[in-house]
């Protein structure tokens, strides 16, 4: 069965600017995660979907949203960019929203801010 | 202290050597998670264990959980096992994934 897929792979955006990203989840798998990856910081943990409700949340300030459709998919939204959010941002499925679940991620999306 | 601790930061090795890569950690945990990082950045999701031992392949991952340590084995290593590889922990009180540093590998020909 298809992996997780994110779209776009690469984006490049100005500052002040806003942008969502997408990730459609292994079928069947209902809990998406996602995570943001710098040099400076690893990986960070931005929030988790599940059945459309956000389950958990991680320190990233109000810019930061997402979202969960009914068929699983999720977006993320960043808006008023900034420099320091040019990042690798992961998403992750999983089948059920739980901790001994195994998490499948996507290629990423490259976001660069200038 | 960060939670999870990676050794060695950066390992490089000649192929066919047996590579070690440790990961020791200080939270509570439902389960540990080592992933693969390639450049360009796609995840794959190597092992997922609770307790004893896994294998896959040339992969053999380990954990002792009185210890808080987790080991990730490669034997016969090959240049294509250049990658990333994540240590990340499931705590025992959330769901979001605790991660280490990574430890970047690096096999030569």
């Known amino acids: 069965k298809a992996g997780v897929t994110q779209t776009p792979r690469y984006l490049i955006k100005t500052r002040g600017q806003q942008v969502t990203l997408s990730c459609s989840p292994i079928?069947?798998?209902?809990?998406v995660s996602w995570y943001q990856q710098t040099p400076g910081q690893g990986l960070q943990f931005l929030f988790e979907y599940f059945s459309e409700t956000q389950r958990n949340k991680g320190n990233f300030p109000g810019r930061f949203s997402g979202r969960q459709f009914s068929n699983s998919r999720s977006e993320m939204n960043v808006s008023t960019l900034e420099l320091g959010d040019s990042a690798l941002y992961l998403c992750?499925?999983?089948?059920?929203?739980?901790?001994?679940?195994?998490?499948?991620f996507g290629q990423g999306t490259r976001l660069t801010v200038v | 202290k960060n939670e999870v601790e990676q050794s060695p930061q950066n390992l490089t090795a000649q192929e066919g050597e047996f590579i070690t890569i440790n990961c020791s950690y200080s939270v509570g945990i439902s389960a540990l998670h080592w992933l693969q990082q390639h450049p360009g950045g796609g995840i794959v999701s190597l092992f997922m264990?609770?307790?004893?031992?896994k294998k896959h392949g040339r992969l053999i991952a380990t954990i002792n959980i009185q210890e808080k340590h987790s080991s990730l084995h490669i034997t016969a290593s090959h240049p294509r096992d250049s990658a990333v590889y994540i240590c990340a922990v499931s705590g025992d009180s959330n769901y979001q994934l605790i991660w280490g540093a990574g430890t970047k590998l690096i096999i030569k020909p």
């Open positions: 992750a499925s999983s089948f059920i929203s739980s901790r001994n679940t195994e998490a499948f």
């Open positions: 079928s069947g798998h209902r809990s």
């Open positions: 264990l609770s307790s004893g031992k």
